[in-house]
């Protein structure tokens, strides 16, 4: 059995791109699914594709700016409303951003930091707990290859994605 069947899976940036693609990959074999982005209306067709293409899934979507700490957290406390006990975190939202650092926006840089890292690591300590007394918990965190290098022109989304590569592997353990 693959480790999926069945799952509660909660997936950040499921609007559009990788985390609109994994809901589509994993609505197959999971239990129900968790759709998280701040694009309530794309969600909310995600959610009528996945729906009408599986009849046992269940799809909850859930509108946030994960970049807010209290957004963040408003969404935990939300799911067991919804009698939601998630198995399966995979943590897909990002942000980037193209320049020169020295010229770079603060409010844009600062925003990759808080979605890329803080979400990210929020995002675990909140709901690791949860899953290992349930028995079954994986995440999985959406790096990128520019966490591997310092490339030009995107300082801060480059670092942000090297956290997310070399710091979070062994979380759990």
């Not at 897909?92 to 979400?119: C, P, Q, T, Y």
């Not at 909140?126 to 995107?154: D, E, H, Q």
Request: hydrophobic share 45%; aromatic share 8%; charged share 15%.
């Amino acid at each position: 059995m693959r480790y999926y069947e069945g799952c509660t899976a909660l997936i950040t940036g499921a609007s559009s791109g990788l985390g609109a693609e994994f809901a589509r990959q994993l609505a197959g074999y999971a239990k129900s699914l968790v759709l998280v982005a701040r694009r309530l209306e794309r969600l909310d067709a995600l959610k009528a594709e996945l729906e009408s293409r599986h009849g046992n899934l269940t799809v909850h979507v859930y509108g946030a700016d994960i970049g807010k700490e209290d957004q963040r957290v408003a969404l935990v406390k939300w799911l067991p409303s919804q009698n939601v006990k998630v198995d399966f975190l995979i943590n897909n939202a990002g942000l980037g951003d193209h320049g020169a650092f020295e010229s770079a926006d603060w409010n844009k840089a600062r925003s990759m930091i808080d979605v890329n890292i803080s979400a990210l690591t929020h995002f675990i300590h909140l709901l690791l707990p949860s899953m290992t007394l349930a028995g079954r918990a994986a995440i999985l965190n959406v790096s990128s290859i520019a966490g591997y290098f310092p490339l030009p022109n995107t300082a801060v989304y480059s670092a942000s994605k090297a956290y997310v590569t070399s710091s979070l592997g062994g979380a759990g353990h």
